[in-house]
């Protein structure tokens, strides 16, 4: 028996989390009991976390669901400022929590329910965060009033990119805009054609890299936009042999001089980002998140679980994730890598080898990314259930 699942059973405080007796430790059993599907390097480093790695803080409803809710969701991820965190949720309330113990600070109504990213924009003071209904607010965070909103079309599920007077989105409408983020103001959009057949639910964020705004969309084509007037610098399709779910789903990741992107059918491509010619491409089926680290890249599909990936684009690690649904980007916090799953919480995994040391699952899954607060090691995640939970991180 390995240390982890040792500690996982005899902790009472990782037990008492969930609100099905025995769900957190058949889930650890499935994903990585014997022959779970991680693949390791020989002669790695194994860490050993007795101690156990998050401990909940506080928790605080924030949309109530009942029992008889089937499968809720609450996808949704908060943005900090200072000591409070402004988040919206699938009830259409934007809230202000205050970090330190959960007190619900203020909360006030929007046009639309909320599933995507908030971010905050320092140098105006104000928090962007897009609706299900296509529009985007800014949100003063001291009081929760809307300083602008503006209406797009198409649900508005990843976070807005910043520029130096420009605030960027896109939508599930294969459209991006870019707006002064001062007043609101259109100042430019691009569109795509939406290709017949089905596709994939979600859509990708948009990336900035000096001059130039990279996006995907559901035709399998990553492009290159002048993020002062839009217009298109290059376009290459990730489709690879396939013409059926094409879609670039992954916000685009920047790393020296290459453009990193997922299509659902082609996998992982490394792009020049001057031109877009493909440098190296490795097949992963099913990826729609990737996260670039401190010196590799980290990619989770539903299908092929989470892989860690050199700049290079060789393996360095697998870890299969059975039945965790859908995952978000992974994220490095100082030793681990933080991630959730939309049937099975939020997973705490050794960056270094892909070893999972911890699942948190409340009940009912975790579609909404965490937010971390690397430099109080801490972290703020919306369970599926209505529930914001505040956990520390211990390394």
Not at 308 to 319: D, I, S, Y
Request: glycine share 12%; hydrophobic share 40%; with cysteine.
């Amino acid at each position: 028996m390995t240390a982890w699942l040792r500690w996982a059973i005899s902790n009472e405080r990782l037990m008492s989390f969930s609100r099905q007796p025995g769900r957190t430790l058949g889930l650890l059993l499935v994903l990585c009991g014997c022959g779970s599907g991680a693949l390791h390097r020989a002669g790695e480093e194994r860490h050993e976390y007795p101690a156990g790695v998050a401990q909940m803080r506080w928790r605080v409803v924030i949309h109530p669901y009942s029992a008889s809710e089937a499968q809720p969701e609450e996808c949704a991820t908060g943005a900090l400022v200072g000591s409070r965190l402004v988040l919206g949720s699938r009830a259409g309330q934007v809230a202000a929590v205050d970090t330190a113990t959960g007190r619900l600070i203020w909360s006030v109504p929007i046009a639309g329910a909320v599933d995507g990213e908030a971010r905050f924009d320092q140098a105006r003071g104000q928090v962007y965060l897009g609706s299900d209904d296509g529009i985007l607010y800014a949100i003063d965070p001291q009081d929760g009033k809307t300083r602008w909103s503006y209406r797009g079309k198409g649900s508005v599920e990843r976070r807005p990119e910043l520029g130096s007077a420009l605030v960027y989105f896109a939508s599930a409408a294969n459209r991006v805009v870019a707006l002064d983020a001062a007043t609101g103001t259109r100042r430019w959009q691009y569109d795509r054609e939406t290709p017949e057949g089905f596709s994939i639910h979600g859509h990708a964020g948009p990336s900035l890299g000096g001059d130039v705004l990279y996006a995907g969309f559901d035709d399998g084509y990553l492009v290159a936009l002048g993020a002062e007037t839009g217009e298109l610098r290059w376009a290459r399709s990730l489709a690879a042999a396939s013409d059926q779910f094409v879609d670039v789903d992954s916000t685009p990741v920047l790393r020296d001089d290459l453009v990193i992107a997922a299509s659902y059918s082609g996998g992982l491509y490394a792009l020049r980002a001057k031109d877009g010619e493909v440098v190296w491409r490795v097949g992963v089926e099913g990826a729609v998140a990737i996260r670039a680290g401190a010196s590799r890249l980290y990619v989770a599909s539903p299908r092929d679980g989470l892989a860690a990936v050199t700049l290079k684009g060789n393996f360095e690690w697998r870890q299969g994730l059975a039945q965790a649904g859908d995952l978000t980007p992974p994220q490095e916090v100082g030793p681990y890598l933080v991630f959730t799953g939309s049937r099975a919480g939020l997973f705490v995994v050794d960056r270094s080898n892909g070893q999972l040391l911890q699942v948190f699952d409340p009940g009912r899954g975790m579609c909404a990314a965490p937010l971390i607060d690397a430099d109080r090691r801490e972290m703020y995640v919306l369970a599926n259930s209505g529930t914001l939970y505040a956990l520390s991180l211990i390394w």
